[in-house]
């Protein structure tokens, strides 16, 4: 990709105006993998048209589905989606795609993968999986670079997490639907793209249920019928924007928020100084007072703080007078932003885990470079809050999350352009 895969931001203008928030990309793409499960036509009604969708899609056209789309509804015919092998290039480039291991398994019986990448924040290993998919019956071989999986008829299992995995659990769900018997999760996580996920499935006939919290059953059901259901709005990309609106000091409508899924990020937004009402189901969004540092933000599994949000808050701290401390306590890695916003003028110093912010320094316009989806949002961010112009490199990984973000906040009265040169 041309170095000039870019996107220019002019900042120091507040936002204002009223935004319309896409699907959710961590609900798409567990039920593009669900519709594997059924030999029919399923949609995805508002489905996010985005890079990680359009790979999800290629990788189930590699197994024999037939897709299409209708505006922002998505068609999967799977009918003939009978193929056990997902090639090492796409299973490469995408984290997500093995939870398709489960649905591969209850389908056809034998799945082929190369280990899952498209991750550089910190280590996501793909243990749990692996012991899920065995606790239900699969045979796993892994020779270093590719995993295989077997099985006669699934079974159903009682499975304890012995850490919180939105992933494992959406690979358990898939897996045991079609199991013989009950399979119970425990320790599951509470994401809410796992409700989206058992909703979708009961559409299409599975026996899904929430016993307790962080408890799922599931009873396996002979065969499962089409899907038909609506993505529902991305809270990620709603508390992006929103923390875009506290960098710019601006005020912002987000006219479809998913207020139920929000709390954690309302709370933290509103410690720094934000405030927000909603009104006809709309999120009315004032940053104009947003400058209280923090004294400890902690990431955390839901409902807590978001990891997906922890480089966007750090955008906002650096342009709060005072002193704030960030500690990521769901992936080491990512603090990778940290360096390029100090390129623009932030002081962020990393010891112990925690980032350390002395905020308030003005930020300028400069180059940078996003290294991953969430931390290219935080730089885009950074970019709306500072002095002159900067280029923000590397808009193909924002592009995995965001379908229009350029056009979104310009929408608001950004100013940005999205400059690919010749690829």
């Not at 550089?120 to 012991?131: A, F, Q, S």
């Not at 013989?180 to 996920?197: D, F, N």
């Not at 905020?359 to 996003?370: H, K, N, Q, R």
Request: proline residues 4%.
């Amino acid at each position: 990709m041309n170095d000039s895969d870019e996107i220019v931001v002019t900042g120091g203008k507040p936002l204002n105006g009223t935004i319309k928030i896409q699907g959710s990309k961590n609900a798409a793409l567990p039920i593009m993998a669900a519709a594997l499960l059924s030999e029919g036509i399923s949609v995805l009604r508002g489905c996010p048209r985005i890079a990680d969708v359009f790979l999800m899609e290629k990788i189930l056209r590699e197994l024999g589905a037939v897709t299409w789309w209708q505006g922002h509804d998505l068609y999967l015919d799977c009918s003939q989606a009978d193929g056990t092998v997902i090639p090492a290039d796409f299973s490469g480039k995408m984290r997500s795609s093995v939870i398709l291991l489960g649905a591969m398994l209850g389908r056809n019986h034998k799945a082929s993968t190369g280990y899952p990448g498209g991750c550089v924040i910190g280590k996501r290993p793909v243990d749990l999986h692996i012991k899920v998919l065995r606790s239900l019956g699969a045979k796993i071989v892994e020779n270093g670079t590719e995993i295989r999986a077997s099985c006669g008829k699934l079974k159903g299992a009682e499975i304890f997490f012995s850490k919180s995995s939105v992933g494992a659990t959406e690979q358990g769900i898939l897996a045991a639907v079609l199991a013989e018997g009950r399979t119970v999760l425990r320790g599951c996580a509470c994401e809410p793209e796992i409700g989206w996920l058992c909703s979708y499935l009961n559409g299409m006939g599975a026996k899904i249920f929430f016993s307790e919290k962080n408890i799922i059953c599931i009873e396996g059901v002979e065969y499962l019928r089409p899907g038909d259901g609506v993505i529902p709005p991305d809270r990620i990309v709603a508390g992006t924007y929103l923390l875009a609106a506290a960098a710019t000091r601006g005020e912002i409508i987000i006219e479809n928020p998913p207020l139920g899924e929000m709390d954690g990020i309302l709370e933290v937004y509103r410690k720094m100084g934000g405030q927000y009402d909603i009104f006809g189901g709309k999120l009315i969004v004032n940053g104009k007072n947003t400058g209280n540092p923090l004294k400890l933000l902690e990431t955390e599994v839901y409902p807590g703080f978001p990891t997906d949000l922890q480089s966007p808050a750090m955008a906002v701290l650096v342009t709060i007078s005072g002193e704030s401390r960030i500690r990521e306590k769901i992936f080491e890695d990512r603090y990778k932003t940290a360096p390029w916003l100090c390129r623009m003028g932030a002081d962020i110093r990393i010891r112990n885990g925690v980032a350390v912010i002395h905020g308030g320094y003005p930020l300028t316009g400069c180059t940078v470079e996003a290294q991953e989806l969430r931390g290219g949002a935080a730089l885009v961010i950074a970019a709306l809050a500072a002095g002159g112009t900067t280029k923000v490199r590397g808009c193909r990984f924002i592009e995995r999350g965001y379908e229009h973000i350029c056009e979104d906040l310009t929408a608001l009265g950004g100013l940005l352009i999205k400059d690919r040169g010749t690829l």
